[in-house]
């Protein structure tokens, strides 16, 4: 899986947890946070995209992420 198929998943998640987001043109460069996903959101779009590619990650490892392409890059490199 590359860093583009989890940037998928990521924006996949962001649209069912957020149904605002269903329209929205994501950018890799965009934040969940200015999107409008409180911290609650941003927690369980991680947490259901890591459960899908079957990973287990530290929350706090991926804190570092300022947008979903950075976050999409951190979580390809401890896949």
Do not use: C
């Amino acid at each position: 899986m590359n860093q583009q198929d989890i940037l998928d998943v990521i924006v996949n998640h962001a649209r069912e947890v957020v149904p605002e987001l269903e329209t929205h043109d994501f950018q890799p460069t965009d934040s969940l946070r200015s999107l409008g996903a409180n911290s609650v959101d941003r927690a369980d779009i991680i947490m259901m995209t890591l459960e899908s590619l079957s990973l287990s990650i530290p929350l706090n490892e991926l804190a570092s992420a300022a947008n979903i392409g950075e976050l999409a890059g951190l979580i390809h490199a401890k896949a």
